[in-house]
T-cell receptor, first 117, second 111 residues
Framework: NAGVTQTPKFQVLKTGQSMTLQCAQD?????MYWYRQDPGMGLRLIYY???????DKGEVPNGYNVSRLNKREFSLRLESAAPSQTSVYFC????????????????FGSGTRLTVV | GNSVTQMEGPVTLSEEAFLTINCTYTATGYPSLFWYVQYPGEGLQLLLK?????DKGSNKGFEATYRKETTSFHLEKGSVQVSDSAVYFCALRQAGTALIFGKGTTLSVSS
């Protein structure tokens, strides 16, 4: 029962470096999400994918790109990392994106702790 | 737009005390409401949910009632344990949108 798997768990980057955070789910969920968690800010949505082949911006998309590679996988890329992107990143998935799917909760991964120096 | 407001923490209680964490929301229409819990070093786990007015969600001794008239979804537990120490997030979801979270409330329970 893997659920949502995120890699890596920890990463330290230098300013200007790039990296991709990987996320995969094995629950056949349609929708996937990327959030960042910062102290005192709660979780803020970066990007989401309501279904395979679609992606949309969330609240804080600047500095990030995403790829919904297939139904299982949704990656987050930082092209040129900045110290302001130091955060804990969570991937999540759910069965539906809207309509009757609004009652679906999310399943979260265990997070990637990223530090940009 | 939609938003969720939680009481500021940290909340510090002794074991077996009564817990209330307040949550109010702003939304058009009829959102679903959720409580998530995050234990140290882990991701968020769904604790309970309610999908319509007057519904009561419950799990592991926690409960919350969807009150449309006061736009609230307060989390309660009659007797907390040390193992309940965690961060609790209130959230809402409306049709066609992603989950919107409150800022979280840290609960610390001492024996």
């Amino acid at each position: 029962n893997a659920g949502v798997t995120q890699t890596p768990k920890f990463q330290v980057l230098k300013t200007g470096q790039s990296m991709t955070l990987q996320c995969a789910q094995d629950m056949n969920h349609n929708s996937m999400y990327w959030y960042r968690q910062d102290p005192g800010m709660g979780l803020r949505l970066i990007y989401y994918s309501a279904s395979e082949g679609t992606t949309d911006k969330g609240e804080v998309p600047n500095g990030y790109n995403v790829s919904r590679l297939n139904k299982r996988e949704f990656s987050l890329r930082l092209e040129s990392a900045a110290p302001s992107q130091t955060s804990v990143y969570f991937c999540a998935s759910s069965e539906g994106a809207g309509g009757g799917g609004s009652s679906y909760g999310y399943t979260f991964g265990s997070g990637t702790r990223l530090t940009v120096v | 737009g939609n938003s969720v407001t939680q009481m500021e923490g940290p909340v510090t209680l002794s074991e077996e005390a009564f817990l209330t964490i307040n949550c109010t929301y702003t939304a058009t229409g009829y959102p679903s409401l959720f409580w998530y819990v995050q234990y140290p070093g882990e991701g968020l786990q769904l604790l309970l949910k309610a999908t319509k007015a007057d519904d009561k969600g419950s799990n592991k001794g926690f409960e919350a009632t969807y009150r449309k008239e006061t736009t609230s979804f307060h989390l309660e537990k009659g007797s907390v344990q040390v193992s309940d120490s965690a961060v609790y997030f209130c959230a809402l979801r409306q049709a066609g949108t992603a989950l919107i979270f409150g800022k979280g409330t840290t609960l610390s329970v001492s024996s």
